[in-house]
């Protein structure tokens, strides 16, 4: 990055994150989802996205997601 490219203030280093990840910027302002510490809390996330976390289990794995075989265990 050249000396041109750096931020000056804290407002254009946001911008610069939020430009490079926009969700990750969405977490950090979303005062709803994270303790002051920094920390998810995990009742308000599942709320928030929840059509999102559905959305992740609904579809079935792909082709290169090999699932072991299930094995039966011996009755000894």
Same mark, same amino acid.
């Given at each position: 990055?050249? *000396?041109?490219?750096?931020?000056?203030?804290?407002?254009?280093?946001?911008?610069?994150? $939020?430009?490079? %990840? !926009? %969700?990750? +910027? $969405?977490?950090?302002?979303?005062? %709803? +989802?994270?303790?002051?510490?920094?920390?998810?809390?995990?009742? !308000?996330?599942?709320?928030?996205?929840? $059509?999102?976390? *559905? @959305?992740?289990?609904?579809?079935?794995?792909? !082709?290169? +997601?090999?699932?072991?075989?299930?094995? +039966?265990? $011996? @009755?000894?």
């Amino acid at each position: 990055m050249s *000396e041109a490219q750096h931020p000056t203030t804290l407002c254009e280093a946001f911008q610069l994150t $939020a430009a490079i %990840d !926009p %969700d990750a +910027v $969405a977490l950090r302002t979303a005062g %709803d +989802v994270i303790t002051l510490t920094m920390k998810l809390k995990r009742r !308000p996330v599942v709320e928030k996205y929840a $059509a999102e976390i *559905e @959305a992740l289990y609904e579809a079935a794995p792909g !082709p290169t +997601v090999h699932e072991p075989k299930a094995t +039966v265990a $011996a @009755a000894n």
